[in-house]
């Protein structure tokens, strides 16, 4: 099997990898609320199991990393590359230290930017969904800074995963372009 293929299929197994990775750190973490906590409270300094979130958010980036460059290269994907790195690094330095929270905004801002961006592109190029990516990405922008600015919760979980859920529909979506041999 090629190897596009196998980033294609890994793109489309991404939202299994993403619940399973969830699952098990919130197994270490009893405590964790989706309605109060923020995502990366699992990976905080004060948590004695932190390295069960900062891992799997690091693996998740390098996972997301080699299949976004794979879509780049078959003209599908432009900052989520780029996007991924930023992600690695909320990995990296937990939410105590100054790089985390830039980094985790750079995140969606260019993972969300992406699929607008492409979405587009795909859109003028013929492909009947792609100009309802551009308009669901700019949505879930709009919905993430309405629940967080909002307060809808205390805590930011929620809109952390309405961000990712749109971001790993879109995995699985590009990965099944690619597995058709689509390209733009």
């Known amino acids: 099997m090629e190897f596009s293929k196998v980033l294609a299929y890994l793109g489309v197994s991404f939202?299994?990898?993403?619940?399973?990775?969830?699952?098990i750190v919130l197994s270490q973490n009893p405590w964790f609320s989706f309605?109060?906590?923020?995502?990366?409270d699992m990976g905080s300094i004060k948590n004695p199991v932190n390295y069960y979130f900062n891992g799997f958010i690091m693996l998740?980036?390098?996972?997301?990393?080699?299949?976004?460059?794979?879509?780049?290269?078959?003209?599908?994907s432009y900052l989520m590359p780029i996007a991924m790195v930023f992600l690695f690094l909320v990995g990296v330095f937990p939410e105590e230290y100054a790089p985390h929270g830039p980094s985790a905004i750079l995140f969606y801002v260019l993972a969300l930017a992406d699929i607008a961006v492409i979405?587009?592109?795909?859109?003028?190029?013929g492909v009947s969904?792609?100009?309802?990516?551009?308009?669901?990405?700019?949505?879930?922008f709009a919905l993430?800074?309405?629940?967080?600015?909002?307060?809808?919760?205390k805590g930011l979980a929620v809109p952390e995963l309405v961000g990712a859920a749109t971001?790993?529909?879109?995995?699985?979506?590009i990965g099944l372009l690619q597995l058709r041999g689509i390209e733009v």
């Open 60 to 76: 998740l980036a390098v996972l997301g990393f080699i299949t976004s460059i794979g879509a780049f290269k078959n003209g599908l």
């Open 167 to 173: 971001i790993l529909a879109w995995f699985v979506y």
């Open 144 to 153: 993430m800074v309405y629940l967080v600015k909002a307060r809808v919760f």
């Open 35 to 40: 309605t109060d906590n923020a995502l990366s």
């Open 15 to 23: 939202p299994i990898i993403f619940t399973v990775g969830l699952l």
């Open 119 to 125: 979405g587009i592109k795909l859109g003028r190029n």
């Open 129 to 140: 969904v792609g100009h309802a990516w551009s308009l669901l990405a700019v949505m879930t």
